[in-house]
């Protein structure tokens, strides 16, 4: 018995596509979502589709999720896909997360801070315990939280800040020169800090977040602390040159995570605390710590520090961590292989012959 090609045709490509569409919109008789709904009531998945498939359209992002059932991976593909064929008209100023707009700002270094500490949306502080009242499609008002917002200081200084004062953490340094562009460019290594987190920032949420969760477990000497978590809202501004003068075209929501490392210093630096930073598009707190952790571990050339781990290994990290990427190739092992599977087969059964043809030999001397 032989294994034998098995030819497809178009007629069944397409009748798997109306497979799809119709699996997509389940039973007729339930409402159809809209893309407002999903871009309301799903907004964490919004969020995560936007980051990762680096476009920052909430409408859009729904629209992937409907599209993919649900699938972020899938929807994330449909975005990236989406994104080459936009023009591009223009470079944005580098937005300013110290004139953020806050909704939701923490530090688990320090109790009490400038501006005070506001837990804002979160699910930090409820029970994990399914809600059956959502079943009953109860409306919820939001006057308390638009109370809270009301409520907050509008001047939020970073608390990192205060370390920075001291002279107890490192400066930030600004970044020269033109920006690297993962979008346009093919990776290099080494790679620049503004690479790394334009890798990460697109990285998937669950690849990253295990590889972070390793650098605490003994597998990147790290445990850091959260120097300060912000979300809200900030201007998007571009300059154009018939102007001179730079105008706000548009505001997004972002999260972003500073984290705080110890280092032991060296010859040329004094002991002090270090950096990881992480920004994201929308509410992804898991992502930007993680993206935190990560950042910092892979600064361990720059600092002297030896690098034995997968986490500070950039060329480990940064070209696995892309679910874009990775999901292709691990589905194209459902395309047919039918010419390397026959080639494999008959190579096993040349070597069994040969094995055989041996041990009889053997048996007879």
């Given amino acids: 018995m032989s294994y034998v090609a098995v030819k497809g045709g178009e007629r069944a490509i397409l009748n798997s596509q109306k497979l799809v569409a119709e ?13 407002d709904q999903i871009s309301e009531q799903f907004g964490l998945a919004v969020d995560r589709v936007m980051v990762e498939g680096s476009i920052y359209d909430r409408l859009l992002g729904a629209l992937a999720l409907k599209q993919a059932q649900g699938d972020a991976l899938e929807a994330i593909f449909l975005l990236r896909a989406f ?26 270094t320090f109790k009490d801070i400038p501006g005070g500490q506001v837990l804002g949306p979160t699910y930090d502080y409820v029970h994990r315990l399914l809600d059956f009242s959502l079943a009953a499609e109860v409306s919820v008002g939001s006057a308390e939280a638009n109370a809270a917002e009301e409520a907050l200081d509008p001047t939020m200084p970073r608390v990192i800040d205060i370390l920075g004062q001291e002279g107890l953490i490192e400066e930030e340094r600004e970044g020269g020169g033109e920006v690297f562009d993962l979008t346009r460019e093919p990776m290099t290594f080494p790679a620049g800090r503004d690479q790394r987190l334009q890798n990460l920032a697109r990285a998937d949420e669950g690849f990253l977040l295990g590889l972070a969760y390793s650098t605490t477990r ?11 978590i912000r979300l809200g809202e900030v201007l998007v501004e571009i300059e154009p040159e018939e102007l001179g003068f730079p105008i706000a075209i548009a505001e997004i929501t972002v999260t972003e995570c500073q984290t705080i490392n110890q280092f032991r210093g060296s010859a040329e630096k004094p002991p002090q605390f270090t950096r990881g930073y992480g920004l994201t598009f929308g509410h992804c707190e898991r992502k930007a710590i993680s993206m935190a952790l990560i950042d910092r571990a892979l600064r361990a050339p720059e600092l002297g520090e030896d ?3 997968p986490a500070q290994n950039e060329q480990f990290v940064l070209p696995h961590t892309d679910n874009v990427e990775a999901n ?14 026959q080639a494999e087969l008959q190579l096993l059964r040349r070597l069994r012959e040969e094995h055989e043809a041996a041990k009889d030999a053997g048996a007879t001397q």
């Fill in 83 to 108: 994104r080459t064929t936009l023009p591009r008209f223009g470079v944005s100023a580098p937005i300013d997360t110290g004139a953020m707009r806050v909704r939701r700002r923490i530090s688990a």
């Fill in 307 to 309: 690098v034995r781990h």
């Fill in 328 to 341: 292709g190739l691990i589905s194209h092992f459902k395309l047919p292989h039918y010419v390397d599977f």
């Fill in 23 to 35: 699996n997509r919109r389940g039973n007729p008789k339930v409402s159809e979502l809209s893309l």
């Fill in 218 to 228: 003994g597998y990147g000497g790290a445990h850091p602390f959260v120097g300060e």
